[in-house]
């Protein structure tokens, strides 16, 4: 199951810290300490029922590590990419523009191997449970119970990803290219997975309310999360589309101000930094070769004194690969993560030169605008100083 961490509502989700995966390791412990250990193996002592639901916990992992291991290992075997680079306890996450776009079939293979691959491993775990479950050593017919929630785990996490809906991996396999002839199937998958995560709801809700509390909330929970990552599921997509569709130059801004390497350090302040109010800006030379970006965090170790003599060329530029983007075959993929981090800006280069800047900000509100009033993207000319495919020197600011 792919998911997300944060919600569209306002800008597009980045990589910050994630909270679910903390609620739902608690939910696990809790289920496992004080639900599940008290009844299976009663009168132990609470630390003896704190490591039941520790490796409850463990376990759960253990079986989003066997699906993700899957995908992994379809990818192989396909030559394809796999898309789930970052792992969580949810499973893995996709950060590439392309994982929100239809694939042909082996890309359709490594979406399916992580659910395959859990099928595959619950059958001898429930083998091996139902063999030890008799065994006179009582270590060894304790041990059964915890072979029999991995196999459960497994089975779990292999039928829920077979439903075609999104956030679900056979929902991801149902994704098109916005065409006509995939858009019914594409909407139906979004709207199916939201009516599961409503569902699961309610039905946790009415499960709560009958006394099983444990269970209840944590279905609460699992189904408002799911509700939210399809919602952040169908915002990406739709984002990637826009990017797709939309030339790049309508996104590129003239550059502000870029550094001299002749300049003083207190120039650098009184020019560029403080009336601009950017942390970091690049570094050109006379013809516009691009040099790097400088953090005025850097500059502000120096003394007040060395300040007006000491020339920003003896600093080694800050290369900040995250916030630039080359403009090549890639770029779209690189501004979809640049919408990612929440970067303020991003500097275009060309051939090694400088050709104007990107506020990812601006052009996810321009995408929401889009999405939520139907405006179609204006044919404005691009406002950048020259041409991305013929990039001119841009003057450097100097003393």
């Not at 994630?18 to 390791?25: E, P």
């Not at 291991?69 to 075997?77: D, F, P, T």
């Not at 920003?312 to 080694?316: C, E, L, R």
């Given at each position: 199951?792919k998911?997300?961490r944060?919600s569209?509502?306002?800008?597009?989700?980045?990589?910050?810290f994630?909270?679910?995966?903390?609620?739902?390791?608690m939910f696990?412990?809790w289920?496992g300490a004080?639900?599940?250990?008290?009844?299976?193996?009663?009168?132990q002592g609470?630390?003896?029922?704190g490591l039941?639901?520790?490796?409850i916990?463990?376990?759960?992992?253990?079986g989003v590590l066997?699906?993700e291991?899957?995908?992994?290992?379809?990818?192989?075997?396909t030559?394809?990419?796999?898309?789930?680079?970052?792992?969580?306890?949810?499973?893995?996450i996709?950060?590439?523009?392309?994982?929100?776009?239809?694939?042909?079939?082996?890309?359709?293979?490594?979406?399916m191997?992580?659910?395959?691959f859990?099928?595959i491993?619950?059958?001898?775990?429930?083998?091996?449970?139902?063999?030890?479950?008799?065994?006179?050593?009582?270590?060894v017919?304790n041990?059964s119970?915890?072979?029999?929630?991995?196999?459960q785990?497994?089975?779990?996490?292999?039928?829920?990803?077979?439903?075609?809906?999104?956030?679900?991996?056979?929902?991801?396999v149902?994704l098109?290219?916005?065409?006509?002839?995939?858009?019914?199937r594409?909407?139906?998958?979004?709207?199916g997975?939201l009516?599961?995560a409503w569902i699961?709801?309610?039905v946790?809700?009415?499960v709560?309310?009958?006394?099983?509390?444990v269970s209840g909330?944590?279905?609460i929970?699992?189904g408002?999360?799911?509700?939210?990552?399809?919602?952040v599921w169908k915002?990406r997509?739709g984002?990637t589309?826009?990017?797709?569709?939309?030339?790049i130059?309508?996104f590129?801004?003239?550059?502000?101000?870029?550094l001299?390497?002749?300049?003083?350090?207190?120039?650098?302040?009184?020019?560029?930094f403080?009336?601009?109010?950017?942390?970091?800006?690049?570094?050109?030379?006379?013809?516009?070769?691009f040099l790097?970006?400088?953090?005025?965090?850097?500059?502000?170790k120096?003394g007040?004194?060395?300040?007006?003599?000491?020339r920003?060329?003896?600093?080694?530029p800050?290369?900040r690969?995250?916030i630039q983007?080359e403009?090549?075959?890639?770029?779209?993929?690189?501004?979809?993560d640049?919408?990612?981090?929440?970067?303020?800006i991003v500097?275009?280069?060309?051939?090694?030169?400088?050709v104007?800047?990107?506020s990812p900000a601006?052009?996810?509100?321009?995408?929401?605008m889009?999405?939520?009033l139907g405006?179609?993207?204006?044919?404005?000319?691009?406002t950048m100083t020259g041409?991305?495919?013929?990039?001119?020197t841009?003057?450097?600011e100097?003393?």
């Open positions: 199951m998911t997300r944060s569209f509502s306002k800008e597009m989700p980045g990589f910050q994630d909270t679910s995966w903390v609620f739902l390791s696990l412990f289920a004080f639900e599940i250990a008290p009844l299976r193996f009663p009168d609470v630390l003896f029922d039941v639901g520790t490796v916990v463990l376990l759960y992992f253990l066997i699906h291991g899957g995908h992994k290992i379809a990818a192989w075997m030559g394809r990419f796999y898309e789930g680079n970052l792992l969580t306890i949810w499973g893995g996709p950060r590439e523009a392309m994982s929100f776009e239809s694939k042909d079939s082996r890309d359709h293979i490594v979406r191997g992580g659910p395959i859990n099928l491993s619950a059958f001898p775990l429930f083998h091996f449970a139902s063999q030890l479950a008799s065994h006179p050593n009582p270590f017919e041990a119970f915890f072979l029999h929630f991995e196999a785990t497994n089975l779990l996490l292999a039928v829920a990803n077979m439903f075609p809906f999104l956030p679900f991996d056979m929902g991801t149902l098109g290219d916005g065409s006509p002839e995939t858009a019914v594409e909407r139906w998958s979004i709207q997975g009516g599961v699961l709801t309610l946790s809700l009415a709560a309310a009958k006394g099983g509390m909330f944590g279905g929970f699992l408002i999360h799911l509700a939210r990552t399809n919602v915002a997509i984002l589309r826009y990017l797709k569709d939309t030339p130059e309508l590129i801004d003239p550059i502000r101000f870029v001299n390497p002749d300049i003083t350090i207190e120039d650098a302040y009184l020019k560029g403080y009336p601009l109010g950017q942390s970091f800006l690049p570094v050109s030379d006379d013809q516009g070769s790097g970006f400088l953090s005025w965090e850097e500059l502000k120096t007040p004194e060395s300040r007006k003599l000491q920003i060329a003896s600093f080694v800050e290369q690969n995250k983007i403009l090549d075959g890639f770029v779209r993929m690189r501004l979809f640049a919408v990612e981090r929440r970067e303020k500097f275009v280069l060309k051939e090694g030169r400088l104007g800047t990107i601006a052009v996810v509100e321009r995408f929401r889009r999405t939520s405006i179609p993207e204006a044919d404005r000319e691009s041409d991305p495919e013929d990039p001119q841009i003057p450097t100097s003393p």
